[in-house]
């Protein structure tokens, strides 16, 4: 494995471990791949730092015990988004 990929690696674990955010977020600003953040997280970590990989395990464990409730909030706010722009629309004649 490439030094890159490793320093990669234990940085995006850390930066998992500090700011507890998705595997989305974390992607968009190392500016990878979600595949690759999750490949880095789950493949690569446990061999080169065990240690940090179980407590990236916990927030990864976490954040996919709640994502079906993030699903369901993205869909009652995209709902509700578009009730708002239907409404403000509208203009009754008479």
Known sequence: ???YIKERTIRIGKYVVETKKTVRLIAKEFGVSKSTV???LTERLPEINPELYNQVKD???YHKSIRHL???EATRNKYRDDNRT???TFKPVG
């Open 86 to 88: 239907e409404n403000s």
């Open 70 to 72: 993030r699903g369901g």
């Open 1 to 3: 494995m490439h030094d």
């Open 38 to 40: 999750h490949k880095d």
């Open 59 to 61: 927030v990864l464990t």
